[in-house]
């Protein structure tokens, strides 16, 4: 056994298990947004770790040999998602003068993330924004400005989206009195089909290290008898010699 054989086959043998580690996705991420990659990845077969690191920014790896469906997935998907833009954040409750304008836009603003977040708890709905229809002007126009209500829905799977919809225009009526059921509109998608990766690359990822650790065995008792061969050889010639 060479010393030129034992190198080439230390690097063949560390490509090989390389190809099995984890490898950064995407970073600088909020926890939100690495929530959501991990479970987008987890939903399509692909194991997924999400990091944490300084200044609480994270991170999400996975298994090399997944990047191209990860990347393709993360496409698809628009992620990572921006910040969501809150109306309430422009008028920020410590602030040093609080306006009326002010404590009613921060009302709506929660009336509006409470209302989407009640209707993500349909099945099959994956994004729900709603947006309330409000004067800015002053007090004066309140009385002369009919109040409006519109909606996105992004959903999955197959649905009666006029089922769906009927519903959705009852919740935001009996949550809002002053609202008519004509004044809300609903506008909704269904989100594209992507294709999920098979188990393929797990089962491949599942057997490399047990591959590498029984050659590595192999190679330490190979390289262990080489050395008692060659240091018995050496000591027959030696006795050999001195005969």
């Given at each position: 056994m060479s010393k030129k054989f034992l190198c080439n086959f230390f690097l063949i043998l560390s490509l090989f298990l390389l190809s099995g580690c984890d490898t950064e996705l995407v970073s600088n991420l909020s926890e939100r947004q690495a929530n959501e990659i991990v479970a987008?990845?987890?939903?399509?077969?692909?194991?997924?770790?999400?990091?944490?690191?300084?200044?609480?920014?994270f991170s999400v790896r996975i298994d090399q040999s997944y990047m191209s469906d990860s990347i393709e997935?993360?496409?698809?998907?628009?992620l990572p998602s921006a910040d969501h833009v809150e109306i309430a954040d422009q008028f920020p409750a410590d602030s040093m003068v609080s306006t009326p304008l002010g404590e009613k836009v921060r009302l709506i603003s929660s009336i509006e993330q409470r209302?989407?977040?009640?209707?993500?708890?349909?099945?099959?709905?994956?994004?729900a924004r709603v947006h309330l229809g409000y004067p800015i002007k002053g007090d004066s126009d309140e009385n002369s400005t009919t109040p409006s209500a519109s909606v996105l829905i992004i959903y999955k799977n197959a649905i009666n989206e006029a089922e769906y919809i009927d519903?959705?225009?009852?919740?935001?009526?009996?949550?809002?009195?002053?609202?008519?059921?004509?004044?809300?509109?609903?506008?909704?998608?269904?989100?594209?089909?992507?294709?999920?990766?098979?188990?393929?690359?797990?089962?491949?990822?599942?057997?490399?290290?047990?591959?590498?650790?029984l050659l590595i065995i192999l190679l330490c008792a190979g390289s262990v008898s080489f050395y008692f061969y060659r240091r018995k050889a050496s000591t027959t010639k030696a006795d050999s010699s001195t005969k």
């Open positions: 987008l990845l987890e939903q399509n077969n692909i194991d997924a770790h999400k990091i944490k690191g300084e200044k609480n920014i997935l993360l496409n698809a998907y628009d209302l989407g977040q009640t209707i993500l708890e349909l099945d099959n709905v994956t994004t519903k959705i225009k009852r919740l935001i009526k009996n949550s809002l009195s002053t609202i008519q059921y004509e004044d809300i509109s609903v506008v909704i998608f269904k989100k594209g089909e992507v294709i999920r990766p098979s188990k393929l690359h797990s089962s491949i990822s599942a057997w490399v290290y047990p591959v590498a650790g």
